[in-house]
């Protein structure tokens, strides 16, 4: 027995022995697995900032968008991007994909289950709609924080439905907005308590106005500043004299001199930076006085406005001054401006020994003072309109710009970039060969940028020797290679870079190869470079004319997707639209796949494939437009604009050209912007020609604005084929409101005039239909021939409402009539209604012509209906004498009317198109 305890207790040692071995064991071999996995994890993948899908309908446009690009376009592997589409969903579309396996089948799956749930246009569409709806009501004018969140949600809703092209089929959401706002009148009546702008300026004319309406009269004179007459005003007040940017700007004036002033003025002390401009004037009244007066810019276009004096009226009511010759005599503005402002010392070089001319009642009559440049009235005068009394400012908003912080000197920020901005406008000027020039925008005293290269090197150094310690070196070198393989990463460059200058002068970009040689960092290219970009448009500086290339275009690779055809479109570079005419057919070809509801990754139908197949070949046949980049130049006289519209079920399209007149009596007329659009489906031709003339009119009011510093701009002219749209612009009518809004829209644009020209005869016309480059001739690029001779203009046709403009007049709406035909049985009627209304309680009717109701139903119904009426009961009761009434009388109503549910006439107002 004994042997047998000892044998059994040996076994139980060799036993728990093997026991801890093996324990032993898998503990080693686990933690080289640990070891392994943290080797492996730290080598990262790249992480996204895409901010995750919570199963918002409302915004799973932006992030499906990023997630294509950024992953779904990517190279990695299958499983990886299934990962990533884990990671970026939250809630219950991380739900509805967490059970799939990790497989590329999966995150195929995956996505169709994601599309199909999120993806589709009438659920974000409806999704858009109900946030819109659940807007809270304006109800405080004084919150201003929910007026900020109510305007900043509905234009987040408004961007998405831009995106979707869904924005034109909501205008009667327009009428749901506008029930959320405050009624007109109420807001005027809280505007009215408040002590605004208009408040100020009715008790400071209260008080400015009294009983004899005086108004005074500040002295000013003309003279001459290089041969350009300018109105100067004496203020004895001023410690220095004062030029406005127009004269400097107009004049090409340089200032002699920058200094920094103490400027004093009445709400406070600033001390800013000023140019100081030497101004030679000359005077028109004495011959050979002339004098330089040191004038500070003072960053206006007119120093000030200074209401007429009427001088012919004064010199009639004035005996000493009917025999003075006084300046302003023929000016018959209501605001004269002032252009130079004489301080205190330079009014003293102006003056003469002649003696003043005192009026007999110094609170009514004024006075004269002859200085060397002319007689100068001053004093108080009996005004028949009220006036205000100035400080030199034109409306209460340059008052409180006065009394600002910028003005006070807090805020050198904005002064410093006012600065930069008055510094190159007054620098710009144009040579005889046309080029614009300009001083460079140098900062002063700004401080030196650090260099962080040695920062850098220590960084790496470290970074070095840590990763020697563990052994993973050559790990993270192969990384580095793979992104800078990837163009992750990218050299610095060895030397420091810096612009690049051109210019299409020869004897400017010409360099001796012994100086470019000794210069090996010049960043001045030899002029044998003709060709460089200006604003990424082509420019060849030999010819000095602008390319579109139209290379991006011509691809014909297989599989053709609609991603592929939409960057092929972005990659052609038009910025002012000279490519319009051949672009719009790649637009229109776009615009179809959209409609058929085409994936951005699903090969586009046949018929597609072969018209895009033929549109690149004649994109080969032609692979640039040229334009010349000058269409104005100094030796123009006058120019006048010209604008030509024109819409098909295609394509709208808006053309602009410059007619230029020179010296010598030569014209020359170029294309100088247009812009085409694909036309919006199910619109007719007549609203599609007013869409176009509205795109004119706006594309010309912004090429105005641009222009608005050439004194030589004479006249615009705008051309259509359409006799219905002119017929519109030229009528007021009671027409629809598609019509009357465009209308109005285009004349608050602008007076423009506007002709009928023939179809065949409208460039514009080409960027309806398309065509090929090589088809854009003289007739695109130049315009019409006829524009530079007025008598071969198209002869115009009598403006005539045509059958088209009879289609968009609003009909006087009518209610529907009784039966009856008996005019008699209709009176007879309608005084049963009235007498039964005016007999019984509105209430007590309501609840007598619902138990009518109730029985006649419940005789032609099984069902029995008992007990109290109901609410639905007394509603349909309402309803019916609502429709009595209708039914009685005629309505005349300018609004569009339409029946609701219950057959009721309901006006939707003037807000639904």
Known sequence: MEKLEVRRIQREEEWLLRKLEIEKEAKKQLQENTSQATATQSVKLQKYTITPFTGDFKDWTRFWNQFSVEVDGSSISEISKFNYLLELTKGKPREDILGWPHTSDSYIEAKRILLETYGKDIKVHKAI???????????????????????????????????????????????????????????????????????????????????????????????????????????????????????????????????????????????????????????????????????????????????????????????PLQKLQLCDEETTDRQIPVHIILGAADYQRIRSAEQPILGENPDTDPGAEFTMLGWALYGKIVSMESSEKRLFLNSQSEFEKLCSVDVLGLAEKLEINTEFHEDFIEHLHQTEKGVYRSNLPWRPDHPTLPVNRVLAVARLRSTTRRLEKLGKLDEYHSVMEEQLREGILEPVPPKQTGEVWHSNVEELESISNETAKGDQDSNTKSYSESTTKILGVPWEKKTDVVRVSLEACQLTVSPLTKRKILAAINGVYDLLGWASPVMITGKILFSELCLRKVSWDQQVPDDIVRRWNQWAKTLRECTEIKVPRSVVNNKSQQISIHGFADASQLAVCAAVYVLATYNDGKTSQNLLVSKSRVAPKKVSIPRLELVAAHTLAKLLSRVNRALSSLDILKENQLWSDSSTVLYWLENRGTWSNYARNRVKAIHDLGNFTWHYVPTDQNPSDLGTRGVAPRKLGEFWLKGPAWLTDRSLWPEQPENTETKEASCETLPVKKEKVLLEKERGAKNERKEWVENILRKHKYWKLLRVTAYLLRFVNNCRKKEQRKGPLTTDEITAAENRWMKIAQEDEEVNCPFPLKKDDVGLWRCHGGVAS
Do not use: W
Request: glycine share 2%; aromatic share 4%; hydrophobic share 30%.
């Open 129 to 319: 709609i109900q946030e819109i709806e659940s807007l809270q009501s304006i109800t405080d004018i004084h919150k201003t924080t929910s007026i900020h969140e109510f305007y900043n949600k509905l234009s987040r809703a408004v961007r998405t439905l831009t995106t979707m092209k869904k924005l034109d089929s909501e205008q009667s959401t327009v009428y749901t907005v506008m029930d959320k706002l405050r009624p007109k009148s109420t807001v005027e009546k809280e505007q009215s308590k408040l002590s605004t702008e208009n408040t100020v300026r009715q008790s400071f004319e209260k008080n400015m106005s009294s009983s004899s309406n005086s108004t005074t009269l500040h002295p000013t004179v003309k003279a001459k500043v290089n041969d350009r007459v300018v109105r100067v005003m004496i203020d004895t007040g001023a410690s220095t004299s004062y030029v406005c940017s127009d004269i400097i700007t107009k004049l090409s004036l340089k200032p002699v001199r920058r200094e920094r002033k103490c400027i004093e003025q009445l709400y406070g002390t600033v001390t800013k930076n000023v140019e100081i401009y030497r101004i030679h004037i000359q005077s028109m009244v004495v011959d050979d006085f002339e004098l330089d007066i040191d004038c500070i810019n003072a960053g206006k276009e007119v120093l000030t406005y200074l209401p007429n004096p009427k001088v012919k009226d004064l010199k009639k009511s004035s005996r």
